[in-house]
């Protein structure tokens, strides 16, 4: 729906957070979403929009969880490290966490949740548990 909504517009921001989405809705079912995800990568280096790169790596850090992946993961939240390392979009690297149920490091700004941390680990922990119990199901 996203797709024929932005047909007519040319917003390549908005595009790329659609792209993005997509990647999302398939985490833990498509098996070619990293290599989507790198010709997306690409796309966006090419486009100039660069804060589209950490949405991204958080897209594929939950693909990752789903999966438990925990190597893929580990190498993810590195990326997602460096790609807010400027502070903008920082909160991405605490939902990484959050997702596999990691402690925070020590050393990383702290983001204020509106309902506290701990409920936003939980609720960021339970759409991986949520999404993971789906795809047990649907096999």
Same mark, same amino acid.
């Given at each position: 729906m996203a797709d024929r909504l932005?047909?007519?517009? $040319?917003? &390549? $921001?908005? %595009? *790329?957070?659609? &792209?993005? !989405?997509?990647?999302?809705?398939? !985490?833990?079912?498509?098996? +070619?979403?990293? %290599?989507?995800? #790198?010709? *997306?990568?690409? %796309? =966006?280096?090419?486009?100039?929009? $660069?804060?589209?790169?950490?949405?991204?790596?958080? #897209? *594929?850090?939950?693909?990752?969880?789903?999966? +438990?992946?925990?190597? +893929?993961?580990? !190498?993810? =939240?590195? &990326?997602?490290? %460096? *790609?807010?390392?400027s502070g903008d979009y920082a909160y991405y690297v605490d939902i990484a966490h959050f997702m596999v149920g990691l402690p925070l490091p020590e050393q990383a700004p702290r983001a204020r949740w509106i309902d506290g941390e701990e409920r936003t680990r939980e609720r960021w922990r339970n759409i991986v548990i949520r999404r993971r119990l789906l795809l047990d199901a649907a096999r």
């Amino acid at each position: 729906m996203a797709d024929r909504l932005l047909s007519r517009l $040319s917003l &390549r $921001s908005t %595009e *790329l957070t659609a &792209r993005i !989405a997509a990647l999302v809705r398939d !985490a833990g079912l498509a098996q +070619d979403l990293p %290599e989507r995800a #790198a010709v *997306l990568l690409a %796309e =966006i280096g090419v486009s100039g929009v $660069s804060y589209a790169a950490a949405k991204l790596q958080l #897209a *594929l850090c939950f693909h990752h969880a789903v999966l +438990d992946a925990h190597n +893929d993961l580990t !190498a993810g =939240i590195g &990326r997602l490290c %460096e *790609l807010t390392q400027s502070g903008d979009y920082a909160y991405y690297v605490d939902i990484a966490h959050f997702m596999v149920g990691l402690p925070l490091p020590e050393q990383a700004p702290r983001a204020r949740w509106i309902d506290g941390e701990e409920r936003t680990r939980e609720r960021w922990r339970n759409i991986v548990i949520r999404r993971r119990l789906l795809l047990d199901a649907a096999r």
